[in-house]
């Protein structure tokens, strides 16, 4: 099981499009070097138990298809995470394990995460969609998301030998609130090599001085994000429409990190 480790900002500029160019386009950003490498789509989906077993004990199960430009659609990959926990840096860590999906992977899924609630075996031979053979063993979408990621490689400037250092993704998540897609602009630094943790909080730092009236830290992770948007939209606080794109503004913003921070971590 490897250890994810990353740092999170969400842009909070008027036109976020502007704010994400400018960074893609900059090539460094202080002492760190930024390569402009692919552009992916991403469409994910989140199960849990009705009763929501996962989400109480910290876990979050995900399928996820993944193309982008020049690439074939590849397999659905499957993650398992949890033991998210925030260092003294600001930065985020949790356990994490990917594989692909098969026809195995019900099994797999109950075995690994001691579900002994849920009736490994029962999915029907030839049946290799995922939400259909996961919903066999009890568990049910609680989430669905595309994201549009830009990926950019990171480095110290001037070092080649050090190769790349960590990978920092321009995100647009795009989730359906009840017909209204509701589009949430967020940055993702992660380390891709080992003990890359300074440099790691070094381009976050870096990126909140350069864009200090557009950025800002962000606590929470793309589930609970999700999830607290639907709980506000039934609170009539999200001014959600059918058929209309929302851009979640500084005051949305507000209104998602309060209601997570009191202490409802898992408000579903």
Excluded at 89 to 106: I, Q
Excluded at 118 to 144: F, M
Excluded at 181 to 192: A, N, R, Y
Aim: net charge negative.
């Amino acid at each position: 099981m490897a250890v994810e480790i990353e740092t999170k900002l969400i842009i909070l500029a008027d036109e976020p499009g502007i704010v994400k160019e400018k960074i893609a386009s900059s090539g460094t950003i202080g002492a760190c070097s930024l390569t402009d490498r692919r552009t992916l789509l991403l469409r994910d989906t989140y199960y849990d138990t009705p009763t929501r077993t996962l989400s109480g004990r910290g876990v979050a199960l995900r399928t996820r298809d993944c193309c982008g430009e020049f690439l074939e659609p590849s397999p659905t990959i499957v993650c398992i995470k949890q033991g998210e926990h925030r260092e003294a840096s600001g930065a985020f860590l949790r356990e994490e394990v990917e594989f692909a999906w098969s026809g195995e992977c019900p099994d797999r899924i109950v075995r690994s995460l001691e579900l002994c609630c849920l009736p490994a075996g029962d999915v029907p031979p030839g049946q290799d969609d995922p939400q259909e053979c996961l919903s066999c063993i009890g568990l049910v979408p609680i989430q669905e998301r595309t994201t549009q990621r830009r990926v950019l490689d990171a480095s110290w400037v001037g070092s080649p030998e050090t190769g790349i250092i960590a990978e920092l993704a321009l995100d647009t998540v795009c989730y359906d609130i009840h017909g209204c897609q509701v589009l949430h602009h967020e940055i993702e630094v992660e380390t891709k090599a080992p003990g890359s943790e300074a440099f790691v909080a070094c381009l976050t730092d870096l990126l909140r001085q350069a864009f200090r009236d557009d950025l800002g830290p962000w606590d929470h992770n793309k589930l609970i994000t999700g999830l607290a948007l639907e709980h506000l939209y039934a609170q009539g606080i999200l001014p959600a429409r059918s058929g209309q794109t929302l851009h979640l503004s500084r005051p949305l913003y507000d209104a998602v990190d309060a209601f997570l921070k009191q202490g409802r971590r898992y408000p579903w």
